[in-house]
């Protein structure tokens, strides 16, 4: 459990920084698209005489104004097919009236059979429009809920207008100055920010005035377009993030360690929508790799980072189109290699902030496996720490037990079965298995806590000893005295087999007991 009211380290600015990576691939765009989108709009906004107490709104409003699109990919996916194109394709052109349903028409069923295209189209002609308000109605609500969760009170009336149009015919149905400025900055920033990235500034700017005064604010247009060179050379040239935020006063509020659970949370709970067979499968997997966590032995330090890690474990997914992880048959080659992907946009976006680190490489190995079969960099054995073996066979557990399009959900005795069989295989190994079967209520037989039979006191003081720890210190570290740590000492060469620290040392690095990413107090 964290300690409530403890600083995290973490900045609610830099963590939802970090999640509209994630975003930013739903929407079918390179990462940081979010994140220059703000830059541009803060640009605009600074011309315009922004409050200096909105402009955490600004930042707040452009990174998560996406976020409840993935509220909307199931419905999307099954009129649209690939999500993540339909929403690339969408910046070509101001979504409203006939161009909106044209467009919806051209996009009905993709990659679906004739039929399938003509059954798509028939029922955007039939419920279109009542279709197109609950997408949005979905999405607005969704947003919203994040914004709640992640105490941003401030900005959940604005994010409710992303789909408002200046001329007031967007939904809901209000325009002008009604619409709230941080919106109104990022409803044109979004879009100028594709448009100039494929096709230049020169673009950029005719599109945002072809649109002043319907999609977009006039004034918000007009001192974009006297600037839009320089506001473009902003956004490229400023790739360092971590600074930008650090130097914004504004965006300095810090979570307790309580709240960045809690935060940590909303993130797996959102990502999860993605798919209706997977809604709590984060938070599963969490709470499975922490329990497992603590029966091998791990220090609740540890324990903490692999709940953690389990929670954001599938953020990469929101790169991989919903029709391929929904799709009841094998994939094929092309969409295999997607899905693989997604551990590569994992470890991207969870690079930062630092303050996560250890809980983010725990989290990007959670698809590796002891044989090399994993992914997406084919660890093997030793180079997997406990910590990323245990969150492993906690994911796979977790979703055996979960219904899938390509089959039905097994029950906990057949995932036990399964994977023990992977061990067999070498996909796992022995001591993550049965610490998972264990934490999920399963029988292991006489269970070890960790390799050799070492118990969860064993494996510390062999962590300790291994990283240069006399008798004294581990006795110190364990509150116990010189006499009972030299006990234990004992104990664990005799099970493993050594007799000096160096080939104690070996076999925990063999074994992957040495995971720990911060340095023991010795």
């Known amino acids: 459990m964290s300690v409530v009211g403890t600083d995290s380290g973490v900045r609610v600015a830099e963590l939802i920084g970090a999640f509209s990576l994630a975003i930013d691939l739903g929407l079918g765009q390179p990462m940081e698209h979010v994140l220059r989108s703000w830059l541009i709009a803060a640009g605009v906004g600074s011309r315009l005489g922004l409050a200096s107490d909105v402009r955490a709104d600004l930042y707040y409003v452009s990174a998560l104004a ?16 690939d999500d993540i194109a339909y929403r690339h394709d969408g910046y070509e052109l101001d979504q409203v009236g006939l161009p909106l349903l044209g467009f919806m028409l051209r996009h009905a069923g993709a990659g679906g059979s004739a039929m399938q295209r003509a059954r798509a189209a028939a029922t955007l002609l039939t419920n279109g429009r009542a279709t197109v308000q ?11 809920t994040m914004a709640d969760r992640l105490g941003l009170a401030t900005v959940r009336d ?24 941080p919106m109104r900055l990022y409803q044109l920033a979004d879009v100028v920010e594709v448009v100039q990235r494929d096709d230049g500034t020169e673009t950029a700017v005719n599109v945002a005035r072809e649109r002043r005064g319907t999609q977009f604010d006039p004034a918000v247009v007009d001192a974009f377009a006297v600037e839009a060179d320089e506001l473009f050379d902003g956004a490229t040239a400023s790739s360092d993030w971590d600074a ?45 790799a922490a329990t497992a966590a603590a029966h091998a032995g791990l220090p609740q330090a540890e324990v903490t980072s692999v709940r953690r890690a389990g929670l954001v474990h599938d953020i990469g997914l929101h790169g991989v189109p919903s029709t391929i992880f929904e799709k009841p048959g094998p994939l094929s080659r092309t969409q295999w290699e997607r899905v693989r992907l997604h551990a590569y ?21 959670t698809n590796e496996r002891s044989d090399g079969s994993g992914y997406h960099r084919g660890l093997r054995g030793p180079s997997i720490p406990l910590a990323g073996r245990l969150l492993g066979a906690a994911c796979a557990f977790r979703a055996m037990t979960e219904p899938r399009a390509y089959r039905a959900a097994l029950t906990p005795a057949q995932a036990t079965a399964e994977l023990r069989r992977d061990v067999r295989s070498g996909r796992f190994t022995t001591d993550a298995a049965d610490a998972v079967i264990s ?36 006795a110190e570290n364990l509150g116990v005295s010189v006499k009972t740590a030299g006990t234990h000492i004992e104990r664990i060469y005799d099970k493993i087999g050594a007799s000096t620290r160096s080939t104690a040392a070996l076999y925990a690095m063999q074994h992957g007991l040495l995971d720990t990413l911060e340095p023991l107090d010795l």
């Open 244 to 288: 930008l935020l650090a130097s914004d006063t504004s965006l300095q509020r810090r979570l307790s360690e309580e709240e960045l659970d809690i935060a940590l949370e909303a993130i797996a709970d959102f990502t999860d929508l993605r798919s209706r067979s997977r809604a709590g499968h984060s938070r599963g997997v969490a709470e499975l």
């Open 66 to 81: 996406w976020v409840g699109c993935v509220a909307d990919t199931p419905e999307l996916a099954s009129l649209f097919g």
């Open 134 to 144: 609950h997408v949005i109605q979905s999405h607005g609500l969704v947003t919203a």
């Open 158 to 181: 604005p994010l409710l207008q992303l789909f408002t149009r200046y001329d007031g015919k967007g939904v809901p149905d209000l325009g002008g100055d009604a619409i709230a400025l």
């Open 345 to 365: 946009y994992r470890e991207r976006m969870l690079a930062r902030p630092a303050v996560l680190a250890r809980a983010s490489a725990v989290a990007s190995m």
């Open 439 to 474: 934490a999920a209520g399963q029988h292991v037989g006489k269970r070890q806590s960790g390799p050799a039979g070492l118990t969860p006191r064993e494996i510390e003081v062999l962590r300790l000893i291994a990283r240069g720890a006399s008798t004294r210190r581990v």
